[in-house]
């Protein structure tokens, strides 16, 4: 038996599709359904049960799982509630964490390139301590995400038991199905296609920087097929620990993204550039790449889909049809 936090969110619900593809029935899915139609996620899929995060630690007790694959997190970037964002990100992290080591379970989280902050130091995933001590995250999400990363490593400093295996990903900008219900933090894939189908001008913001084009500013930009892959694959490698970068190591532009959607589309691009409001300036991200060598060298050597492979992909499997849904 496999358990999914997050299981009906957007990373979660395409990992709880593979596994069911892969022909693993005996998932359990930990995740707040509520009442803005992320049922729909997990519409298609088999499902062993459905756990809310109020009884989860009740119904761990005494199981006997597989792995636990936890994608489950307030993922806002805007979120302001810090306690609550602080109990559901970093404390619930630190008792599946306890639960794992304790039960020998191997425990597979996700991380967030939201760790790195505005970037100037690089994006390079070394997870030795005093690399994440110079990290300094921009929002509450990432801190919160940058806190557990760091309790996680202090334990293997100090020779602490851990679950037999553990990996933290750090997501950088990921875009597919299943991410309707997250309303402005969906991708731009996402947010624009209405607009692009419609021939309507796209906008993107103008660039507030000297030396950067209008709409060049750039992100490190995955399909979420190649996320769910990573995950797959290590499951498949045991011997795997450690926090490793999910991206495709090739930054690209939001002018970039969105002439693919209208490519996809078989339209030409309509875009336009818009003042950046000014109370994001100051924190905006104008590149992100990963660096994906500690991947590579664990052994990881698929490969990611490309900018427009993937961009097409979504468009015409699943926005561009009746049931966008995977």
């Known amino acids: ?49 459905v756990v809310a995060p109020s009884d989860l630690m009740r119904w761990l007790d005494g199981r006997k799982l597989d792995a636990v694959i936890h994608m489950g997190a307030i993922s806002d970037t805007t979120a302001t509630d810090a306690d609550l964002v602080i109990e559901t990100n970093f404390r619930t992290s630190l008792r599946l964490l306890d639960w794992c080591t304790a039960a020998r379970v191997p425990f597979i989280y996700a991380s967030s390139a939201a760790t790195y902050g505005e970037g100037a130091a690089g994006f390079d995933d070394d997870w030795s301590p005093t690399a994440l001590q110079q990290l300094r995250p921009m929002n509450l999400y990432g801190w919160s995400k940058h806190l557990f990363d760091q309790a996680l490593v202090e334990r293997v400093t100090r020779k602490e038991k851990l679950p037999p295996q553990w990996a933290g990903l750090k ?68 011997q795997v620990s450690g926090i490793f970068n999910v991206g495709t190591g090739k930054a690209r532009s939001f002018r970039d993204l969105v002439t693919a959607v209208f490519h996809a589309l078989k339209l030409e691009p ?18 992100t790449e990963a660096k994906v060598d500690r991947l590579r060298r664990a052994g990881y050597n698929a490969g990611f889909t490309s900018l427009e492979d993937g961009v097409t992909r979504y468009v015409t499997q699943f926005l561009n049809t009746a049931d966008c849904y995977r």
């Open 270 to 287: 309509k875009i336009e550039y818009v003042d950046m409001p000014e109370k994001i300036r100051g924190q905006y991200q104008y590149f």
């Open 171 to 238: 997501f950088f900008n990921v875009f597919g199905p299943n991410e309707y219900h997250k309303g402005e933090m969906m991708s731009l894939v996402a947010k624009r296609f209405d607009d692009a189908k419609a021939g309507r001008t796209v906008r993107l913001f103008k660039s507030h920087r000297a030396g950067i084009a209008d709409g060049d500013q750039r992100r490190d930009f995955i399909y979420v097929d190649d996320v769910v892959a990573v995950v797959r694959w290590l499951m498949e490698a045991p």
């Open 1 to 49: 038996m496999l358990l999914v936090t997050g299981g009906a969110g957007f990373i979660g619900s395409n990992v709880v599709a593979a596994l069911n593809e892969a022909g693993r029935a005996d998932v359990v899915v930990n995740d707040i359904l509520g009442a803005d139609q992320k049922w729909r996620n997990l519409a298609k899929r088999r499902l062993a049960d």
